[in-house]
């Protein structure tokens, strides 16, 4: 059963760095394809990052492109997620998801995403 945990969020100042953890504890999305994305408050919760299966192949949106790295451990069955040069409008509620292991590829779309953490937030102060 996939159970996905977020931490590593938390207050940081402009400019600042933050790197997110989501850990799989159910141990079963070492094949799967990852992502990250965020809902800021009053807003839709939208794409920030994502990998395949094996990691070699990532995807940013276009605000975080440059900014932000989205990474794998498999042996830890751990996405991380570097954020530099953090911006106020980085702030937000950051979730991890996962595909079904069948879909190695990563992807922009929410609704191909089968598993969700419950959420950390980072608040980035001006």
């Known amino acids: 059963q996939v159970q996905l945990v977020e931490s590593g969020g938390g207050l940081v100042q402009a400019g600042g760095s933050l790197r997110l953890s989501c850990v799989d504890s159910g141990r079963t999305t070492s094949s799967s394809a990852m992502g990250w994305f965020r809902q800021a408050p009053g807003k839709e919760r939208e794409f920030v990052a994502a990998?395949?299966?094996?990691?070699?192949?990532?995807y940013y949106a276009d605000s975080v492109k440059g900014r932000f790295t989205i990474s794998r451990d498999t042996a830890k069955n751990t996405v991380h997620l570097q954020m530099n040069s953090l911006k106020p409008e980085d702030t937000a509620v950051y979730y991890c998801?996962?595909?079904?292991?069948?879909?190695?590829?990563?992807?922009?779309?929410?609704?191909?995403?089968?598993?969700w953490g419950q959420g950390t937030q980072v608040t980035v102060s001006s």
């Open positions: 998801a996962a595909r079904r292991p069948a879909y190695h590829s990563g992807s922009y779309l929410q609704d191909e995403y089968d598993y």
């Open positions: 990998l395949n299966w094996s990691g070699m192949s990532t």
